[in-house]
């Protein structure tokens, strides 16, 4: 199925890409959300990447917000989007990223909707994992986070992909800090109408509860 385009290709994205400037990411968390989007961006597009599951990662004692992240799994797949900015930027995404690992995406196991450019290095962040415990950890999900991404999806895919990413996302049986009204994240999104009640609605089907309830 074809969309509606995210975004306005920068009229010297070819011309940059020849001379070598550009970089590309995927995105599968509030890099999905153009509004949470810092640098000047060349092109976004819509995304898979094959031999990835989406995941909540719990964080060490002291760092209490899960982390999304993903993990290799060579049967599932994560769909988001590939970001395409000038490689002089990649040290703010990477700074964005703190807690993150960048890795390299296998080209042939990633599909773009309408590709601009092809055969440049396209990465995706993987978190660092929490250091083993002895006893299984949860640490909650930041609400303000969440709603940063699954209004991402929400504008990528509709309120299909929407339910796609809550359904296969890993990790979701935890706790939830709500903190919509007085927002914790640094990047936080206004909400547009019916959004919040939606969102509410679909994790609580996941089992979502906060940390209040």
């Known amino acids: 199925m074809q969309h509606p385009p995210l975004h306005e290709d920068h009229p010297d994205l070819q011309a940059l890409a020849a001379e070598g400037r550009v970089v590309a990411y995927f995105g599968y968390g509030s890099l999905v959300n153009p509004r949470t989007l810092r640098t000047k961006f060349l092109g976004i597009r819509r995304a898979e990447a094959a031999g990835w599951r989406r995941t909540w990662l719990p ?7 899960s982390l999304l992240s993903v993990k290799r ?14 490689v002089d930027h990649l040290p703010a995404v990477d700074e964005r990223e703190a ?9 042939s196991r990633l599909t773009v909707e309408t ?3 092809s055969d440049i290095p396209v990465y995706i962040y993987e978190a660092h994992p929490a250091a083993p415990t002895a006893e299984d950890r949860q640490s909650a ?5 969440l ?12 309120d299909d992909g929407l339910r796609r990413f ?22 936080s999104v206004t909400l547009d109408h019916g959004e919040a009640e939606l969102f509410d609605r ?3 089907l996941r089992g979502l509860r906060d940390i209040s309830e």
Do not use: K, N
């Open 147 to 158: 709603d940063a991404v699954m209004q991402g999806f929400r504008m990528l895919y509709g």
């Open 115 to 117: 590709p601009p450019l």
């Open 202 to 204: 679909l994790l609580a």
């Open 141 to 145: 999900i930041l609400q303000s986070y």
């Open 99 to 107: 807690g993150y690992a960048r890795r390299i995406v296998d080209l």
């Open 166 to 187: 809550v359904e296969e996302t890993h990790g979701f049986e935890t706790w939830r800090l709500a903190d919509r009204a007085a927002p914790l994240y640094p990047r």
């Open 59 to 65: 964080r060490e004692a002291g760092e209490e917000m």
């Open 73 to 86: 799994d060579e049967a599932a797949g994560v769909h988001g989007v590939v970001v395409y900015d000038l």
